[in-house]
């Protein structure tokens, strides 16, 4: 029996022999909206095990349909949802098609054999906590009978706590995923799935309180690219084994593509930006979406604070947005590392910075004429109080501007070496 | 305490109108980790500068605007900025936030509030330049409509400048008027007619400075965790596609979709009128506010005469849809465009239509008292010529302009469906198929409002089930402080559908350096800041009786819908609030928790 759930166990986190496992959470069709990436998930799985994912979480109807891409000893793991609950529907916007219902339920849906003769190598279930005492006890005891079906036919039990209702506030929320946390322990989990808490401290603390191996979840899908990496990297550096990711990957363009990331970040020990480009780039330049910007003005402010240490403003950014009159959108106006300052300057005071390629000011040189500024066509060189051109870096590689834009308004791009010509 | 490290300018600019003086005062620093700012410097400034009983048309009604700490960082929806005033709607405290840009102008030109009192001889335009502040004649723009005034004041101050503007119903003292600022509003209770009493037609605003935030490298690392936040969240992603419109259908389907008056709760055209449809057929292009990653804002293709918008939002949408019984997009556009132009207030002036609809249907007014028109419910044209008198306050214009409430003054038959708290016509979701909110509504400092912790998470959170009253006062109570907390850090609360208290609390400690060991010390933050809302209430006569709702809401039954047959069982939510807050069966708060919170100089023998 011991030997049958560590089978199973291992095939979902040991692939890699690394302890660690990559799962996607594909289970959303019985709970909220007919989305395509509901209807549509042969590809998404698909795409999912191509990227090298470890373990996929569906509906026991889809396990049954989508069975044969299980197959082999590389396959992934298979980890049945075995509960049903309506909170998606619960008047949220999930479902904004779907009839809302007023009172939250949990259902049992599969019984552990049964998940077992569907292939699982594990099944979860939720723990609701917060939403009222009648719920809560409920899934305490959902939760110890599939604890005790797993027990008897060997498969792992991963229980997913959440902290949900009313009386969730900010104030509790991560006291009350730790105390779900230990509580799916005490009732007998082998592993958890559960929400990031939002910072590596709490996140830390919950894993040590759990004991047993967590699985992070993601949550609603971003458009900005880097949170689920970065949610994810800082998970397992407070100590998570994996993560079982939904939406940010099964509404991905390319599900292949983030789970490959998650998968360099989790088994590789890649950085986010390492895996987010598949590549170290020596030099980058910043590449605009006029159509994309809304005009927030966040890339001035965030350019003014990665220059002056605390400070927030947006006068004398090295970037601007300028509203054009009517509806027809904003300007986006930057240093495209044209170079024509670097022509213009009468005494060889600015220079393509070795390391980042920007554009550098070296201030003994400077005479402060102002001829960079005239020279510049996009008018983004602006001047100190004493006449000392300011001039975009950059931020040394990392552009603050594109960073912070909500929109990918401004993106970074590789740029090639502005130093090749020299060297050859 | 070095506040101005600390994300504050540390200055107060005060401008008498009366004698055309300017004066700059430090922020009462011991009063800040108390209050934080926004609302709660605003409420505190309010209840200890001006004295009971002043008229809210008077001289020496204070008109302050606010931002707060966060206000002019990165942090999500940092560009918001609020006023408090004594509304003239209303008689009662009244706060108002908007996004835009000006907040974050006042900030970087080296202010945490304006407090404007007096009144100027002649009309008039406030000119901050940074430091240099001045007040000129504003005598051409006088009379000109908001876009007009807006496009005026373009020509004489050029880019870079963020502008304040009342149309003509705030200069003639209207309760409807609002202050513009660019497409966004601060709306109700009629702000504008406070500035418009003062002469004051514009407040035109430049900064060049920086806000300094006190732990500059726990302020980035609460930034990125506050972004993910607020980008990892399917509420915020709906909101950038439907704009706040993406609630109208469930809103509907939860059967709390106010309709014709508030007679109904579900209205059959409420597909044509969601956000979708919109988005389908009206919107090209998103609008975000200062630092605001959400960006719900939303242009409208130019009609064929040439009319667009940036909106229309859910609550205009609702008054001038659902609760009129109208279902034509175009319409809602144009009414929008109305009232947008004169400056007045869309949830309100809705209200009083669909009041005066009601009236006509049943023979409470004929067309010889509405200068010829016969509204009925779903009469676009009709509608559109009500709201055209409204703005102008010609005609029935004038008396209708006045307020559901004067209305029901006028003609007492009325009253059972007036729908107001205090004076002020009620947002969109109805108070019988939300408990909570109902509860939200009767107690809302500023009269009839969804945006002073109504628990609208009963209809679209899920917490609770909306047509039960159990636990709704413990749930009314810890959204009010939860919402008090945003105002007064002042973000956005659309920001809110992806940060917790507990992001914000760490961006506030980390931009304040302020002693709150736990989130809920900040908590306590927003009851401190909605009980001195109270007291300013308290002290100008308004008490338990006054936190009421319309007999349509207390003895009606809906008649249809999934909350068919429901009314709100206000008194024991009101009395269970009441404990929980401290406050005794009147509804005044009690000495002790007075002391409790902090406020034992507001104590005084009732």
Redesign the interface.
Known sequence: MWSGKQVRFDRLFNRHGDGRAVCVAADHGYMSDVTPNVVRLRPIVEAAIRGGVDGILLSPGQAMRLADLFRGRDGPALIIRADWMN?PR?????V?NA??Q???FQQKVVTAEQALALGASAITIYLFLGYSDGVEATGVEVCSRFVAECRKVGLPCIIEPIA???KV???N??ELLTLGARMAVELGADALKIPYT??VDTFRRLCEVAGVPVLVL???????ER??L??FAEALEAGARGCLMG??VTKSPDPERIVAQLCAVAHRGWSVDQALRGEVWPFVRLKAHRARC?????CQ??C??AH????????SARLRIEASAG?D?HRILFCTLCGKCLAACPTGALRWNPSSGAVELLPEKCDRCGACVQACPTGVIAREEEGWPIVCDLCGGEPACAG?C??GALEIARRPSPFAATLA | MELNRRGYADCILRVDLTHGTVEKTPLPADAMPLVLGGKGLGAWLLYQEQPAGVPPLAPENRLILHVGPLTGTSAPTAGRFGCTTRSPATGTYCDNYSGGYWGAALKYAGYDALVVHGQAAEPTVLVIDDQQVALEPAGDLWGLTVPKAQERLRERFGSGWEALVIGPPGEAGRPLAAIFNGSRTLARGGVGAVMGSKRLKAIVTRGTGRVHVYDPERFRRALQLAFRAVRMSSETTLLRQEGSLNILEIVNVMGALPTRNFREGEFEGAAALSGASFRRHNWMRDYACFACPIACGKYTRPLEDGTSIEGPEYETTYAFGSNCGIADREAIIRLNALCDTYGIDTISTGVIVALAMEMFERGLVTAADLDGLEPRFGDARAALALVEKIARGEGCGEWLGEGVAAIARRYPEAAPFAMHVKGLEMPGYHPNAAKGTALGYAISERGACHLRGATLSELFGGAADPLATEGKAQLFRDTQAKKAVWDSACLCYFSAYGMTLKELWQLVVACTGFDYPTVRDLERVGERVSTLARLFNVREGFDRRHDTLPPRNLTEPLPNGPAAGQVVELAPMLEEYYRLMGWDMRGIPTAERLRALGLEWAVVER
């Open positions: 909170m619960l008047g949220t916007s999930n904004a009839v809302p007023r009172l939250l949900y209702g009313r506030t900010g104030a929320i991560v939002g910072d993601g949550g609603a899908r971003s458009d900005n949170d689920a970065e949610l939406r940010n809304t005009g927030c003005l966040l402010t965030a003014v604070s002056e240490q605390g400070a927030y403003g947006l006068s509806h959108g912070i909500p929109t």
